[in-house]
C-alpha cells in the first residue's frame, strides 16, 4: 500500500511510511530477489529524496531498538552511504543541527553498546566515514575522546573498533590534522599492543599502525613510531604460539604494506625483522601461508629499501638457502613430458612458486656484489647432488639470479656456460629442461655477448636438445632458439641455420603435439627475423604448411593457439623476405585472416590479437600496396580503439566482505585514496589489451599506409585526443601520442593543417603538464615537436606560442629539478654501486625528457618567428644559468644545443634578432670544445659551425681561435674511437663551413690551404651521417671545380677520389644529389 501512496502522492504532499513499513523496505534491499530488491531501492530513493530527516531519523530508530542483527547490520551500512557523502550529494550538512548533533551522539553509544561484530563492524565504518567529513573542520570534537578511552577503556569489542574507526580515519583526513595527535596514537597503540589484550585486540592495533604510518609523507613522522617495531614482532610470535595463525597472518600482511611505501620504519630494527621472519619462514610448525607471507615480508624491505637492507650482518647469507630449498620442493609429476602446463591447482601457490620469484627479486633488490658470494657456491653444490631435485634447483637458482648478478657472473660465464651446457644431457628429463631454460635465460641477460662468444657451443647443443625424446623439453629447446635468435647477429647464425631449419621441420612434421608445434613456428619466426631476406630459400619449405594450418577450421579450443602462432609466423616471415616475395601469398592471408575473425570467435580467442597484430605486419610488408584492404580493417580497429573501459570504483563496505570472486579478465585492486576513504577498483584488463593494440595498430597503418589513412584521420583524432590523458594505461597514451604527427603528415597537400595542429597542441600542453610517467612525457614532448615540424612556418597564433613556450619551461624545470634531486640521492648512496646505477636509470630518463624539450624550442626557433623573443627573455638566460658551475657535462650539453638551434633558426627568420646574443653564445661555444665530455664537445663544435655560417662580423673577430679549437678536436688522440668520432665528425664539418664562409679572412687561418688537407685526411666520415652528407657534398664540389689542393699535382689524388667516391656511392653518407656529381667523376 505503500508504494501505492508513494506513486500517487506529489512532492509537496510526500507519503511517509510507517515505521514497520520502511523495516519490509529495508529487509527487501537484502532480498536476492532482484524485482524485490529494485522495487524497494526506487522507494528508499524517493524517501531519501523527498524526506532525509525521517529517513536518518527511522535508521536511528531500528539501530536503537530491533533485534534483528542483519537488520541492524544493514541500518548502518544505508546510514554511511547517507550521511557519508560530502559535494553536492551530500545529506548530513541539510540536517538540522539538532539532529546532527543527535547522529553523533548516538553512533558512539551505538558502536560503545554493540555486542554483535558484523554490526559494530558497519558502526565503525560509519563513525568513521562520517568522521573524515567533520574532524577536519572540527565539528565533532567528541570523537578522538571517545576512541582514545575506548582503547584505554573499553571491553575488547570496543577497543578493536576504536581502532578500526583509527584505521579507516587515516585513509580521509589530511597530515595536517593527524600530527598534533600522534603522541597520543602512539601511545594508545603501544598500550593496545600489550600481552594483556586478546589477539584481536593487538591485531587491530598492528591494522592501525599500518593504516596511518603509510599515509605520513614526512620521515620524521614515521620514524616516531619505530618504538612500536618490537611490540609488533612480540605480537605476531605469541599469535603464532598461541595457534592464531589467521591473525598473525593479517599482522605480517600489515607489515607489508609499510615495506611497499614507508620502510623507514624499520631501519632502526631491520636486523631483528629479518631474524624474525626467516625463524617464521623456517618453522615446520607454521602454515605455508604465513611462511610465505614471512619471506613476501623480506622481499618488500629489501626491494623498497636495499641501501638498509645489504648491511644487515648474514641477511642475504640465511635468506637465499632458504629460496633454494623452497625450490628442491618440486614433485615428480606424471605425463609431466607431454604436457605444456603443470596440473597444480591455479589458485594453490607452492613453496616452489615463492622461491622461483624470490631469488629473482632478492637478486635485483640487492644486486650481484652482495647476492653473487652467497648464490656461487651454493649452486654448484645443488648442481653436483645426486637428488634431480636438487639439479634442478641449482639451474632454476642460476637462471633467476643471472639478471641481478649479471656484472659479477660475466666475469666467469665461460665457465657457467659450460656448468649448464653439460647438464644438458642430465639422465632426468626435469634437469635437462631446466638447463634448458637456464640457456634460455643466458641468452637474454646477457645478449648480445652472450650470442657472439658461445654461438658455437649453445647452437649445436640446442640443436641436439631437438632431438630428445621428452616433448616438453623438445618445444623448451625451441623456445631457447627464440631467445638466442632475437639478439644475435646473422653473421654468427648463418652457418647453423640450414640444419637448424631442417631439424625444426623435423619436429613439425614428426609431432602430434600442438604445444611443441606452436613452440617450432614461434622459432622459425624468430629465426626469419634474424636472417631477413636470407630466409626467402626456406620459405616455400614452411609457408605451403602454414597456409595449409590457416585454411582449415580449427576442430577445437586447443587449435586455436597454434593457429595465433602460425599468423604470427608468417606474417613475420612475409616482413623478412620482402613484398616481392611475400605479397601473393599476403593477399591469400588476408582472406584467411578476415574469414576469421568475421567468425565471431569468443572473447578468450588468442587468435583476435594476432589476427590484428598480422595485418600490422602485413601493411608494413606491402606499403601502399596494402591501401585496398584498409576499408575492410581500418573500421574494426577504430571501433576497438573506441571501445569505453569498463572501470567501477565502489566504496569498501560490509556487505563487499568476503566476496572475493572475480571475473575471468578483470583485475581488482583495493586503494586507500587520501582524502577519499577505502575503494575497490575493478578494471576488465582483456579490454584494456584489446583498446591498447587496436592503438598500436592504428598508429603503424599510419606510417606504413599514409595515403590510405587519409580519410580517417578525423575519426582517429577523434579517439586519440582524448587518449593522451588515459588513465589507467601508460602505453596507450604512448602510442596516442605518437599517432598525433602522423595524422598531420598523411594529409593531403591542399588541406591545411593549421586547425589541427591548434588542435593537438592545446591538448598536448594539457596532457604533458599532467603526465607523471617520465618515458609517457618524452612522447608527448615528442609528439609535441613532431607536430610543429609537420607544418608551415607561423600555423599557431601569437598566444598559442606563448603558451607552448610558458609549457616548455616548466616540463624543463620540473625536470631538472627531479634529476637534481636524484644526483642528490647518487651522493649520499655513492658506496652502494648498485643503488647508484638505479637512480642513474632515473636520470637518464630524465635526461631524454630534457633532450626533448631542447629539440621542441629548437622546432619552435625554426617555425615561429613569435618565439624568438620567448627564447630570449625565458631560455636564453635560463641556458646561461646551466653553463656555471652549478651543472654537469649533461646540463651544459643542453644549453649549447639550445643555443645551437637558436643561431641556426632564428638566424635565418631574423639575423637582427639573434645578434644581440651571439657574443655570450660564441663564447661558451669555444670554452666547451675541449670537455673531456665528447657529447658536449660536439654540441660546441656543430655550434661554432653554424655560428661560422650565420654569425657575420661578430664570429670574423673570433674566427682564428675558433680554428685552434676546431682543430685541437682533429688531433685529440681520441679522435677516431667510437665515442669521439662523432664529435670529430662535427668539427671537421665546421671546418667546412670555416673555408665556405669565412675563407677570406685576414689571418689565412680558414683558408683551403690551411684547413683543406685537415679535412681531406680524415675522409670519409662516417660517425655522423648528417654532418658526412655536408662534407662530402663539399669535397665533391671541390673536385668538380678543380681545386688544386684537391686534385693534387697533375690530378695526381684523382685515382683516390674515384675510389673514395665507390666507396661512398651506395651508402647513406652521401645524399642523392652528390652521389650524381659521383657518377661525373667516376667517368
Not at 76 to 98: S, W, Y
Not at 899 to 906: I, K, P, Q, S
Request: aromatic share 8%.
Amino acid at each position: 500500500f505503500f508504494f501505492e501512496r508513494l506513486l500517487f502522492s506529489s512532492p509537496d504532499t510526500m507519503a511517509t511510511p510507517t515505521q514497520s513499513e520502511f523495516e519490509a523496505i529495508v529487509r527487501n534491499l537484502m532480498s536476492p530477489d532482484n524485482n524485490l530488491r529494485n522495487q524497494a531501492e526506487g522507494m528508499y530513493t524517493t524517501i531519501k529524496t523527498g524526506n532525509p530527516t525521517w529517513l536518518v531519523q527511522a535508521l536511528l530508530h531500528i539501530l536503537t531498538t530491533s533485534q534483528d542483527h542483519a537488520l541492524r547490520q544493514m541500518c548502518a551500512v544505508i546510514l554511511r552511504r547517507a550521511i557519508c557523502k560530502t559535494g553536492d550529494d551530500a545529506l548530513f550538512p541539510a540536517l538540522p543541527q539538532e539532529l546532527q548533533n543527535s547522529v553523533k551522539q548516538q553512533l558512539l553509544q551505538l558502536v560503545a553498546a554493540e555486542q554483535q561484530k558484523p554490526v559494530r563492524r558497519s558502526l565503525s565504518h560509519c563513525v568513521a566515514g562520517l568522521g573524515s567529513t567533520l574532524c577536519e573542520k572540527n565539528e565533532w570534537q567528541e570523537l578522538f575522546p571517545f576512541l582514545f578511552n575506548g582503547v584505554k577503556d573499553g571491553d575488547s569489542g570496543l577497543k578493536k573498533s576504536c581502532l578500526s574507526i583509527f584505521s579507516s580515519l587515516t585513509t580521509y583526513v589530511e597530515d595536517k590534522f593527524l600530527i598534533p595527535y600522534l603522541g597520543v596514537l602512539r601511545e594508545a597503540f603501544q598500550f593496545a599492543l600489550g600481552e594483556q589484550h586478546d589477539m584481536e585486540v593487538r591485531i587491530a592495533a598492528v591494522d592501525a599502525i599500518s593504516s596511518l604510518v603509510v599515509v605520513l609523507e614526512e620521515e620524521e613522522h614515521v620514524v616516531n613510531f619505530q618504538s612500536v617495531v618490537g611490540d609488533i614482532l612480540k605480537t605476531i610470535g605469541q599469535a603464532l604460539s598461541t595457534n592464531h595463525e589467521d591473525q598473525a597472518l593479517e599482522a605480517i600482511e600489515a607489515l607489508v604494506t609499510i615495506g611497499e611505501s614507508t620502510p623507514e620504519l624499520f631501519t632502526k630494527s631491520l636486523s631483528d625483522v629479518f631474524q624474525a621472519m626467516i625463524q617464521i619462514a623456517t618453522s615446520q610448525q607454521v602454515e605455508e601461508s604465513v611462511q610465505q607471507i614471512a619471506v613476501e615480508f623480506c622481499l618488500t624491505l629489501a626491494e623498497n629499501d636495499a641501501r638498509h637492507t645489504k648491511k644487515v650482518p648474514h641477511f642475504a647469507e640465511a635468506f637465499f638457502p632458504l629460496a633454494m630449498k623452497w625450490l628442491t620442493t618440486v614433485e615428480e609429476k606424471k605425463d609431466w613430458g607431454v604436457t605444456q602446463e603443470d596440473d597444480d591447482d591455479d589458485d594453490e601457490i607452492t613453496f616452489y612458486d615463492v622461491g622461483l620469484e624470490a631469488l629473482d627479486r632478492i637478486s635485483l633488490a640487492l644486486g650481484g656484489r652482495v647476492i653473487e658470494p652467497v648464490a656461487t657456491g651454493l649452486i654448484a653444490q645443488y648442481l653436483n647432488n645426486p637428488d634431480w631435485q636438487f639439479r634442478h634447483a641449482g639451474l632454476m637458482a642460476l637462471s633467476q639470479c643471472a639478471e641481478g648478478c649479471a656484472k659479477q657472473f660475466e666475469v666467469n660465464l665461460g665457465s657457467i656456460v659450460h656448468m649448464v651446457l653439460k647438464h644438458l644431457g642430465d639422465a632426468h628429463e626435469r634437469v635437462r629442461w631446466a638447463a634448458v631454460h637456464c640457456i634460455a635465460q643466458l641468452a637474454n641477460d646477457f645478449c648480445p655477448g652472450f650470442q657472439l662468444a658461445f654461438h658455437s657451443a649453445v647452437l649445436p647443443a640446442l640443436m641436439r636438445m631437438l632431438s630428445d625424446s621428452v616433448p616438453r623439453i623438445v618445444a623448451h629447446t625451441a623456445n631457447a632458439i627464440v631467445n638466442f635468435m632475437d639478439e644475435a647477429d646473422v653473421e654468427y647464425t648463418q652457418p647453423y641455420l640450414d640444419e637448424l631449419v631442417t631439424k625444426l621441420l623435423m619436429v613439425l612434421q614428426n609431432s602430434t603435439l600442438k604445444f611443441v608445434n606452436e613452440e617450432v613456428l614461434a622459432a622459425f619466426a624468430s629465426i626469419a627475423e634474424n636472417c631477413e631476406a636470407e630466409f626467402v630459400k626456406y620459405y616455400d619449405h614452411i609457408v605451403p604448411y602454414l597456409k595449409q594450418l590457416l585454411s582449415q577450421p580449427p576442430a577445437d579450443k586447443q587449435d586455436r593457439m597454434l593457429r595465433a602462432k602460425a599468423m604470427e609466423c608468417i606474417t613475420l616471415i612475409g616482413m623478412s623476405v620482402g613484398k616481392e616475395k611475400f605479397a601473393p601469398d599476403a593477399k591469400q592471408l588476408m582472406e584467411m585472416l578476415h574469414a576469421t575473425l568475421s567468425s565471431k570467435l569468443e572473447s578468450d580467442d588468442p587468435q583476435v590479437q594476432y589476427i590484428l597484430q598480422a595485418w600490422a605486419r602485413i601493411a608494413k610488408c606491402l606499403g601502399e600496396e596494402f591501401h585496398p584492404y584498409l576499408p575492410h580493417v581500418v573500421p574494426y580497429f577504430l571501433d576497438q580503439a573506441a571501445i569505453q573501459t569498463d572501470v567501477t570504483v565502489t566504496d569498501v563496505d560490509d556487505r563487499d566482505e568476503g566476496n572475493d570472486d572475480e571475473e575471468e579478465g578483470v583485475e581488482t585492486l583495493m586503494l586507500a585514496i587520501k582524502g577519499v576513504g577505502d575503494r575497490r577498483i575493478q578494471i576488465k584488463t582483456s579490454l584494456l589489451q584489446d583498446k591498447s593494440l587496436a592503438c598500436s595498430v592504428i598508429e603503424s597503418f599510419l606510417e606504413d599506409v599514409p595515403q590510405g589513412m587519409s580519410p580517417y584521420v578525423e575519426r582517429i583524432s577523434q579517439i586519440m585526443v582524448p587518449l593522451l590523458k588515459f588513465p589507467y594505461l601508460g602505453e596507450i597514451r604512448d602510442t596516442a601520442s605518437k599517432c598525433l604527427p602522423l595524422m598531420l603528415a598523411c594529409l593531403p597537400p591542399h588541406i591545411g593543417k593549421s586547425d589541427m595542429l591548434r588542435h593537438f597542441a592545446v591538448h598536448i600542453l594539457q596532457a604533458v603538464q599532467c603526465e607523471h610517467d617520465v618515458e609517457v612525457a618524452c612522447s608527448l614532448v615528442e609528439c609535441f615537436q613532431r607536430c610543429i615540424n609537420a607544418c608551415d612556418m607561423n600555423a599557431m597564433p601569437d598566444n598559442m606560442v606563448f603558451d607552448c613556450s610558458t609549457m616548455l619551461k616548466k616540463v624543463f624545470d620540473e625536470s631538472l629539478r627531479r634529476r637534481g634531486l636524484v644526483s642528490k640521492q647518487q651522493k649520499e648512496v655513492a658506496e652502494d654501486e648498485d643503488e647508484v646505477e638505479k637512480l642513474e636509470a632515473e636520470n637518464e630518463g630524465e635526461e631524454e625528457l630534457l633532450n626533448q624539450v631542447v629539440e621542441a624550442v629548437g622546432a619552435m626557433v625554426k617555425k615561429y618567428q613569435s618565439f624568438i623573443p620567448h627564447f630570449a627573455n625565458t631560455f636564453y638566460p635560463m641556458c646561461l644559468g646551466l653553463l656555471g658551475d652549478g651543472y654537469g657535462d649533461v646540463e651544459k650539453r643542453l644549453a649549447l644545443c639550445a643555443f645551437d638551434d637558436f643561431v641556426e633558426h632564428g638566424s635565418q627568420i631574423s639575423q637582427e634578432a639573434v645578434a644581440p646574443y651571439l657574443q655570450p653564445i660564441i663564447s661558451a661555444l669555444l670554452k666547451h670544445c675541449s670537455s673531456a665530455d665528447a657529447d658536449l664537445a660536439q654540441a660546441a663544435a656543430y655550434g661554432l659551425g653554424v655560428c661560422a655560417q650565420y654569425g657575420g662580423q661578430v664570429f670574423r673577430q673570433i674566427a682564428p681561435e675558433a680554428v685552434q679549437q676546431l682543430v685541437a678536436i682533429t688531433k685529440n688522440p681520441r679522435a677516431q674511437e667510437e665515442a669521439y668520432a662523432t664529435t670529430t665528425a662535427n668539427a671537421l664539418s665546421s671546418m667546412v663551413k670555416l673555408i665556405k664562409f669565412h675563407h677570406d679572412h685576414d689571418s689565412g687561418l680558414c683558408r683551403m690551404d690551411n684547413l683543406g688537407p685537415i679535412v681531406l685526411a680524415n675522409l670519409p666520415i662516417q660517425a655522423d651521417e648528417i654532418e658526412a652528407r655536408f662534407v662530402h657534398e663539399e669535397v665533391v664540389d671541390w673536385v668538380l671545380a678543380g681545386n688544386p689542393l684537391v686534385l693534387g699535382e697533375n690530378h695526381s689524388n684523382l685515382p683516390a677520389i674515384k675510389e673514395l667516391c665507390r666507396k661512398l656511392i651506395d651508402t647513406d653518407l652521401v645524399n642523392d644529389g652528390t652521389k650524381e656529381k659521383m657518377k661525373r667523376i667516376m667517368g
